[in-house]
């Protein structure tokens, strides 16, 4: 099996590195990650400008390749011909921090996952749910390689990722493992209104940790509870109970002028 790795935190993070040793063991394993930290680009794209992937070696003295590029163009980059092996399976991690509930329209991480999927190929992002400085990331590392292998003989349906989160906690107080519905993750939105030296005021996006609606099933409500969580996650974003609800509103009667 042939993997391609991804992250969001950069081509030298800590994370990408022990996952990498993880899926040594399951297949062989191709890097291609943003030079530097892109935490929170979302699923963004490189249009209008040149993307570029230099060679790099990284702490286990395999070659990478680091992009200027977003986490989605890292996928591109590889699936569309930089790599010259075909790529069975995409995983973009260990973020260092949870992807859960509404993060995942935020998230570098996830948001390559998709990528992957988009491209017809075994997809998922995975998370250690913890900011703590000295994460141990050899858990996540070693249950991402039991994933894979699951995903090695049961192929998702199409258009479907699973989104990975693992407690940032020892394998001793971890649960076990839950499949999980995606749950609401809310930031409190807080703006901050500064002034700089010139008199000018500027803005700091941000406020306190996020509000976890812990609903049961929930992504959110497991890592709060001390569990793995495995969500599929699908790419068809439409609400269809509203699709007639909207026709009633007679949106579809609006005249074009
Ligand atoms: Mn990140």
């Known amino acids: 099996m042939n993997i391609l790795i991804t992250n969001d935190d950069g081509v030298h993070a800590q994370g ?3 996952l990498k040793a993880a899926l040594d063991r399951v297949g062989r394993v191709f890097v291609v990650a943003p030079d530097r930290p892109r935490s929170a680009c979302g699923h963004s794209i490189t249009l209008h400008k040149p993307l570029r992937a230099e060679k790099v070696r990284l702490r286990d003295d395999s070659i990478a390749y680091a992009s200027n590029g977003t986490p989605s163009d890292c996928v591109s980059l590889a699936l569309l011909g930089m790599i010259s092996e075909p790529i069975d399976l995409v995983v973009s991690g260990i973020n260092h921090g949870p992807n859960l ?28 749910a913890t900011f703590s400085p000295d994460v141990d990331y050899g858990i996540t590392a070693r249950f991402a390689a039991e994933i ?4 090695e003989k049961h192929p998702l349906p199409e258009s479907t990722l699973f ?7 020892p394998a001793s107080d971890i649960m076990g493992v839950k499949v999980t519905k995606q749950g609401k993750r809310r930031y409190s939105g807080a703006l901050e209104k500064r002034t700089d030296p010139m008199g000018r005021d500027y803005y700091w996006l941000g406020g306190d940790m996020p509000v976890d609606t812990l609903d049961e099933g929930t992504d959110v409500k497991a890592i709060a509870d001390g569990w793995v969580s495995v969500t599929p996650v699908h790419l068809d974003l439409t609400e269809y109970g509203s699709i007639e609800t909207a026709r009633s509103w007679g949106v579809e009667d609006i005249g074009i002028i």
């Open 163 to 169: 989104n990975v989160n693992v407690p940032g906690l």
């Open 16 to 18: 990408l590195l022990v």
């Open 148 to 151: 894979a292998r699951v995903l």
């Open 101 to 128: 509930g509404w993060d995942l329209t935020y998230s570098g991480t996830v948001s390559a996952a998709m990528e992957g999927a988009i491209m017809g190929k075994q997809s998922f992002s995975i998370s250690v």
